[in-house]
């Protein structure tokens, strides 16, 4: 079975940083693209994020230049680094993977549970 795991969210000041991680585990046989959503209150899921196997990373235009999404390979974890954070940053923030399990030939798309970023003074 696998499992998407985030950690890192909290409370912090406008302006300030925080760094989200996303570990995946179970039965896995390779990762094709990790990436980070996010759903603020009232309004759709959206993507912020994402890194793909090869090395190609894509943002969305609220997140360039602030955020920086990178991965580890090796521990089939991927890092969302979010600087200069906006109060409208506001969100529950899921991870996101694509990835290969046994005896699959199709990528499976695998989601975490959540974590909860608050950008307020």
């Known amino acids: 079975q696998v499992r998407l795991v985030e950690s890192g969210g909290g409370l912090v000041q406008p302006g300030g940083s925080l760094r989200l991680s996303c570990a995946a585990s179970?039965?896995?046989?390779?990762?094709?693209?990790m990436g980070w959503y996010r759903q603020a209150p009232g309004k759709q899921r959206e993507l912020i994020a994402f890194?793909?196997?090869?090395?190609?990373?894509n943002y969305a235009a609220s997140a360039k230049g602030r955020f920086t999404i990178s991965r580890d390979n090796a521990e089939n974890t991927v890092f969302l680094q979010m600087n200069s954070l906006k109060p409208e940053d506001t969100a529950v923030y899921y991870c996101?993977?694509?990835?290969?399990?046994?005896?699959?030939?199709?990528?499976?798309?695998?989601w975490g549970q959540g974590t909860q970023v608050t950008v307020s003074s």
């Open positions: 996101n993977a694509d990835l290969y399990i046994p005896r699959r030939r199709d990528p499976l798309t695998y």
């Open positions: 890194s793909t196997s090869d090395g190609t990373t």
């Open positions: 179970g039965t896995i046989t390779s990762i094709y693209a």
